[in-house]
Nanobody, 129 residues
């Protein structure tokens, strides 16, 4: 059974930083794209970032570009999201997701929730003073 388990969320002041982790288990994640999405209250789940198996291909949503950094440790089947200069509008539940298929060159594919086969349970990030 495939599991993705997020951790690292919490309450932080505007301008602060957090590092989220997502540990995978239950299958090999070789060749799998790993992504972060987020969902704010009353809004749809939205794409944040995605990273290829090698780490050589990364995409970010425009809203987080320059502030967030995605990375992965394949030896640990873990993906990270370093979030700096956090803003109140970053407040959301952050979800880890995995996709084993291709087509990630398509904006529609990589930003669509339906493209990802596996999901974590989410971790809450609250940015507030």
């Amino acid at each position: 059974q495939v599991q993705l388990v997020e951790s690292g969320g919490g309450l932080v002041q505007p301008g602060g930083s957090l590092r989220l982790s997502c540990a995978g288990s239950g299958r090999s994640f070789s060749g799998v794209f790993m992504a972060w999405f987020r969902q704010a209250p009353g809004k749809e789940r939205e794409f944040v970032s995605v990273i290829s198996w090698s780490g050589g291909t990364i995409w970010y949503a425009n809203s987080v570009k320059g502030r967030f950094t995605i990375s992965r440790d394949n030896a640990k089947d873990t993906v990270y999201l370093q979030m700096n200069d956090l803003k109140p509008e970053d407040t959301a539940i952050y979800y880890c997701a995995a996709r084993s298929g291709g087509g990630m060159g398509s904006l529609r594919v990589r930003t669509s929730t339906s493209s990802y086969e596996y999901w974590g349970q989410g971790t809450q990030v609250t940015v507030s003073s």
